[in-house]
């Protein structure tokens, strides 16, 4: 059942909307198809069979009236009499014989004909459904001669059946009209809830989304509008302590650094003034941290511009720097937070390498940059570890080559606030990769 069902679901739709129109029209046509089964039960197989013996009944009662009354004038009557009661247009040929070879009809209407001729006349004949449109011959072996019978098509085929399709098909693609309005504005509300959420995670605006539809999908949509305000709050009551905390850690620091300043070349003093420039260092990791992307709004960027810039900083600071961009990349972006993200991963890469890559260019409906360096890397059990807050690898990689264990955390951070992510490798220069991916 396995496999089965696995092919199965491959054809199934997957938006909600083609799912609920398949809840919709599976019954519609299991029903149109067992009435379509009892009708050509019933109705259709039935009726065509009674027509058939109607008109073998006519021509069997024709050939009866003109043996009993033999004669040229009882002829023309008796065939005048079916031609004006049973619509039926009769020729005789004397002496013709008709082919001995047995003819076989596939049709409904001659099956059904050749049966009841079979069972009322019980003589040589020949069916002709193909020469004429409206009309259908029927050639009668008799003693001396042929009968030909020419009657209307209507007397063996009943155009209820066409009429009953017409309706049936009719009224289901009515209703499946109908049912697709119906669902697709069902569907909206959920599609705006979606559109919302995605926006939401991507840090874009989203004041303008208000609960609509159903009332299940109103009461999703409040949720999520709750759920936003909690989360914003959280993260302006995070950034409000934290920026308090280092407000009030600077000005002891201040007073610290004043008292430092008139000891002058004591004992012990640049020991101190190292310390606390370290305290400093990691107060502002600290805060870049709890500050996120903070109150700036998304705007269209030059991508390009930003890591000409960001590259331009790392070459200030020693690093060399190996930039490729391919052609002018606008993308939706908070310029200061996603500048800091770069800063933070080709810092880091220009710490610890002799060489760093940059390389940016579209990929599909996203944006992908990596960085490479040639330096020694991190361990693949380590890929995931290196982003957790304050972690911070052992070897080459130690707290002594400086940082508080926030840039990559920070990087992540504002990458996923963007609707992205960051994602750690091998680098083919032997180093460490970086990619990071940003949604247009």
Known sequence: MGP???TIKQFLPKSLLGRSLLIIVMPLVILQLVSAAIFWETHWDKVSQRLARGVAGD?????????????????????????????????????AVLPNAKRTYSGLMETTLTEALDSHVGRPYRIDTE????????DIQLANGVLRVVTPRKRLFSSTAYVFVIWMVGTSLILFALATIFMRN?????RRLAIAADNFGKGREVSTFKPEG??????????????????IRQISQRTDMLAGVSHDLRTPLTRMKLQLEMLGDAEGAAELKADIADMEHMLDGYLAFARGEGAEEPQPTDLTALLNEAAAQARRKGGVIDLHTEGQLMVPLRPNAFKRCLTNLIDNAIQY???????AGQRGDAVEITVDDDGPGIP???????????YRLDGSRNPGTGGVGLGLTIARDVMRGHGGDIALSASPNGGLRARLRVPL
Do not use: C
Request: proline letters at 3%.
């Open 59 to 95: 021509i069997a009662a024709v050939i009866n009236l003109v043996r009993q009354y033999p004669g040229r004038e009882n002829q023309e009557w008796i065939f005048r009499i079916a031609a004006n009661n049973m619509e039926m247009a009769m020729l005789f040929d004397a002496g």
């Open 214 to 231: 159903a009332a299940e999908v109103r009461q999703a949509a409040a949720a999520f509008l709750a759920m936003r305000e909690r989360i």
């Open 186 to 190: 069902q569907v909206k509300p959920i």
């Open 4 to 6: 089965i069902t696995t």
């Open 353 to 359: 390498a002799d060489h760093v890559s940059v390389r």
């Open 380 to 390: 693949e059990n380590q890929l995931d570890d290196v982003f957790k807050p304050f």
């Open 131 to 138: 020469t004429h449109d409206r009309d259908v011959v029927i």
